[in-house]
């Protein structure tokens, strides 16, 4: 078994410790990623059908006033519900509302998505029970299925599980898995919904473009509707603007990137006499770059090894209180953080190369 010197052990942390970061760094922006993707790929089948009860909107110090008289003429939710699916919007999701759940003295978010005829979740992700039938979806029924980032707060009550919505209990008959849009949400049946029977003077659906296709003009007076389409999120600006976490994680990508030059630094110091010998004995410049590149490489896929494994366990106990941080340290996660650690150790490599065959032989000897 080969012994490390002391300058080499210390190398093999700054691997692991760049390994760590880089890996952090990268299950950060994975999840991010897979967020907006996903979010663009489910908005792409959908526009936005924006209704509007017939009163005219006045501001008196920045709150919205409805006169009397013309909430009269407003209809409920229902009513509206009925009239957009009449006119041929079957598929609908109403604009999703956002809910805080307190537990003790911690509060939940979670995004309810009421809809009438499912949402376009792969069936495969649905990692326990089942999803919404369409006798449910119709119904006024109180079931839920919920991302896996609310099971937290689920409550078992007489052998089964419940999640506050608006301050009433819904069954949870599902659990969904692989989603990055839905992690903290609930979807339930629209007319389930606590204010089903309000009026409201502006509504705004989701309306799936591609099933509704039977569309005829809404026949109520009391109402208008406008179609738009919904902007696709832009990737980069979405991960550099919205997610503050990942401008914190742009240094711990310097820190590890200076930690391992400022170790290479040190390592090309302590091989020079070796270097020298070796040329004295006539090794040519690439007998060199050979020799430093391959003793890089063991060095460092020992950290890659201590990093990954560091990087797994602090993100799966990350993940217990804080999932929408960072995704799992997966196999994607482990080739791409792996990559990127020996393309730096072949920059060093070379680096140090450079910087050990330009000093004077003679001088390294004595």
């Known amino acids: 078994m080969n012994k490390y010197t002391k300058i080499e052990i210390f190398l093999m942390i700054g691997f692991l410790v760049s390994t760590f970061t880089f890996s952090l760094t990268i299950s950060t922006v ?34 919205e006033v409805i006169d009397e008289e013309d909430d009269k003429k407003n209809i409920s939710l229902l009513e509206i519900i009925d009239e957009v699916q009449k006119a041929g919007y ?19 978010t979670n995004d ?24 449910e979806l119709n119904s006024n029924e109180k079931v839920a299925v919920i ?13 089964e599980n419940y999640i506050k919505i608006f301050n009433e209990d819904y069954k949870v008959i599902g659990v969904l898995g692989d989603t990055e849009v839905f992690k903290y949400s609930s979807v339930i049946p629209i007319k389930s919904l606590y204010c089903i029977n309000d009026k409201l003077p502006k509504v705004t659906f989701l309306e799936h473009n591609i099933d509704n296709t039977s569309i005829k003009e809404i026949d109520n007076k009391n109402i208008t509707s406008a179609q738009s ?27 590890g990137i200076t930690n391992l030059l400022l170790f290479s630094y040190f390592f090309a110091k302590s091989i020079r006499k070796k270097v020298a010998i070796m040329k004295v004995l ?21 950290g890659i090894v201590g990093g990954l494994v560091l990087s797994k366990f602090t993100v799966d106990f990350i993940r217990q209180t804080f999932t929408s941080l960072y995704s799992e340290v997966n196999i994607q996660n482990i080739i791409l953080t792996s990559i990127l650690i020996l393309l730096i150790s072949i920059v060093v490599s070379i680096s140090v190369l450079f ?12």
């Open 30 to 63: 994975y999840s991010k990623y897979n967020k907006v993707t996903e979010a663009n790929e489910f908005n792409k089948d959908y526009k936005h059908l924006d209704i509007s009860g017939i009163h005219e909107t006045r501001y008196i110090d920045g709150y």
């Open 90 to 108: 079957k598929k609908i999701i109403l604009n999703p509302l956002r809910d805080q759940i307190e537990i003790g003295n911690n509060f939940y």
């Open 112 to 135: 309810i998505w009421p809809c009438s005829d499912g949402i376009d979740i792969r069936s495969q992700n649905i990692i326990k029970g089942r999803y919404l039938t369409e006798e």
């Open 147 to 159: 991302g896996s980032g609310m099971e937290r707060v689920v409550e078992e009550k007489n052998g």
């Open 229 to 255: 389409n919904i902007s696709k999120i832009p990737v980069v600006n979405y991960l550099f603007k919205n997610a503050y976490e990942l401008k914190n994680n742009l240094y711990q990508v310097i820190l």
């Open 282 to 302: 006539g090794a040519k410049n690439w007998d060199v770059f050979k020799e430093v590149f391959a003793k890089f490489i063991r060095v460092s896929s020992i």
């Open 355 to 366: 910087n050990v065959i330009r000093f004077k032989i003679m001088k390294e000897i004595r």
